[in-house]
């Protein structure tokens, strides 16, 4: 019985319209991401790097020496170990760019709604209560002739 109730809470959460919104936004940003990414790696970075002599980003790096404590079957290759500084340098770029368009998105969106809210007009003020009848009247007069005498 337990298990039919928190299935229930599962779907009442998953079906509510800001989970279904907020899946619809990862989704949308991850394709952004690869769209700014590939901006940052085919458009931007080449002209950089051919302005600072032909330089590919994504090839600097800094290639530490081979440690002489690794010990190394004979005519195996060790592959050297490199800090890609380069590549740190591109995505660091591209969130840069990323986080731009999400703060130019979510300041329009709150432009936008500040602009609904000012077209919204003012909330009418509430009704006075209505007068009591004339029986509430007399009601109110006995009750009051009643209090007196005591």
Do not use: H
């Amino acid at each position: 019985m337990a298990k039919s109730t928190f299935l229930q809470d599962f779907k009442a959460f998953a079906v509510k319209g800001n989970v279904i919104d907020m899946a619809v936004g990862v989704i949308i940003g991850g394709a952004f991401g690869k769209i700014v990414t590939s901006v940052v790696n085919d458009i931007i970075m080449p002209p950089i790097g051919w302005l600072i002599g032909g330089v590919n980003f994504k090839d600097l790096k800094i290639e530490l020496p081979i440690n002489p404590l690794m010990v190394v079957e004979e005519g195996a290759e060790v592959a050297p170990v490199t800090i890609n500084y380069g590549n740190f340098l591109q995505t660091s770029l591209d969130f840069l760019i990323i986080a731009f368009c999400i703060f130019l998105m979510v300041k329009g969106i709150t432009k936008l709604t500040k602009k609904k809210e000012e077209e919204k007009p003012a909330t009418p003020a509430p009704a006075p209560e209505p007068e009591p009848s004339a029986e509430e009247k007399l009601l109110t007069e006995i009750r009051d002739l009643l209090k007196a005498k005591q």
